[in-house]
């Protein structure tokens, strides 16, 4: 019988000093590895309490192990193997949220930080505002007692530290928003406001939002990952985690009472303004992963490697980098967008990494507007018709029909999946399909929504799309 993980008799059992909401494979693979190096570097207690807002899955995996586990770099030449140990214990949220309210007030915590994707934000993503109507919200309102949101345990875990007199955290938000910090400050204000005036005037003093960029490409864990790691080690892990070689990591610094791991140490930027490197990361990579993801899986590709080894494709995502993304941004610092792209492209084709075409493509209705919307705005500004973004969001509004250009199904994956859907049952034409789109508030800034080069652009870009399939039309923007 198969040897189960455990924790390294060495490894350093260090104070909690990070709560984490939302733990997942993305934030073990990424800012877990960056505090264990962090600490072995220049020591401190930034130890990680992991919590679940939703289901006990993870967590039941995990405790067996003390909460080790396997992060696997997939690398073009192989794998390398190391066993992270930062995750300290875990909670979840919806059987004890007193006990992750007591953890976030506990004054030796001085992080909290957030990977919950775009829609554990409980916000409008055209306006970045917070849904008061949406159902975690109100569930947050009706029983103070027990946050069910991310928003919801914020408020509440800052009103005990407010009211036993122990100073905020810093809450880092690390999921890929434009002006993370700035946006959820404005989420977590709007509600306190509504629970209790004082509270909302000492966050807005007190508490710090520093808006953050992370980049490193984080492939679901599969079944045959496990079992491949385990015929490899002898040694089984229910919950590793696959990432690429590359990483980045860049905060605002500012921090409450400037209380902060020695992440700098371990190759983290700290900056006065995100905004440039969010901004580039944001459209160049997650962008066009988003737009590889639609047009790709339309085409029949299943991995992102898969979809940039076609040449239509791949020369579609350099168009887009080339004279649609790239023109309307400014570089951070010491950066060639040229050569970044030429980085991202290296990254896309890694067969090491399997990241699934299907995979990004969830919620699309939540990421678009960070990740493509702004770049159209930007380019219909200047004066340029922005032909390969229109393509790809025309492939979205394909993908979310639920029906592949094989006839198959699509499952997908969106928060208002049935109402996506049901633009396409209530219209025929490209023209009322687009209409249909474009009347979704919680997408589509109105000011985008109205304009008419979107309007014509959009449409024309469906048409051709349903007339010759994906790859003919991503084919006719290769250079």
Known sequence: MTQRLTRPADAPKP???????????????????YLEEAMAKSGGDWGVLGVSLRNPGLRDRLAPQDYAYTACELGPGGETLRIGTAVQTMLVAPEDPDAVLAAMADPGVKIISLTVTEKGYCHAPSTGKLDFSHPDIAADLADPARPVSAPGFLCRALDR????GIPPFTVLCCDNLPENGHMLRGIVLD?????????????????????????????ATTDADIERLAQRTGVYDAAPVMH????????????????????AAVGVELVEDVRPYEHMKL???????????????????????EAVARPALAGFIRHLWENEII???????????ADYADALMARYANPGIRHRTWQIAMDGSLKLPQRLLGSIAENIAAGRKPKGLFLAIAAWLRYVAGTGEAG??????????ARLKAVWDDNDTAPEIVAGFLSLKEVFPENLAGDVVMQAGLIEALNRLLDVGAEKAASEFTP
């Not at 160049?284 to 339309?298: E, W």
Request: glycine share 8%.
């Open 327 to 337: 023109p309307v941004l400014t570089p951070p610092p010491g950066v060639d967008l």
């Open 244 to 263: 690429e070689p590359y990483r980045q990591w860049v905060i605002e610094d500012r921090f409450v009472g400037n209380d902060k791991p020695d992440l």
């Open 191 to 219: 509600l306190a406001s509504i629970m209790d005036e004082a509270l909302a005037r000492w966050i807005e003093a007190e508490c710090a939002f520093p808006c953050t960029m992370v980049d490193r490409i984080v492939p």
């Open 161 to 164: 530290r407010r009211n036993a």
């Open 408 to 417: 198959r199904p699509i499952d997908v994956r969106d928060p208002m999946a």
């Open 283 to 305: 459209r160049c990579l997650n962008g066009t992963h988003s737009a590889i993801a639609y047009l790709g899986y339309l085409a029949g590709a299943e991995t992102v490697s």
């Open 15 to 33: 104070g909690i000093g990070v709560v984490h909401l939302g733990l997942g494979a993305f934030f073990r693979a990424h800012g877990a590895l």
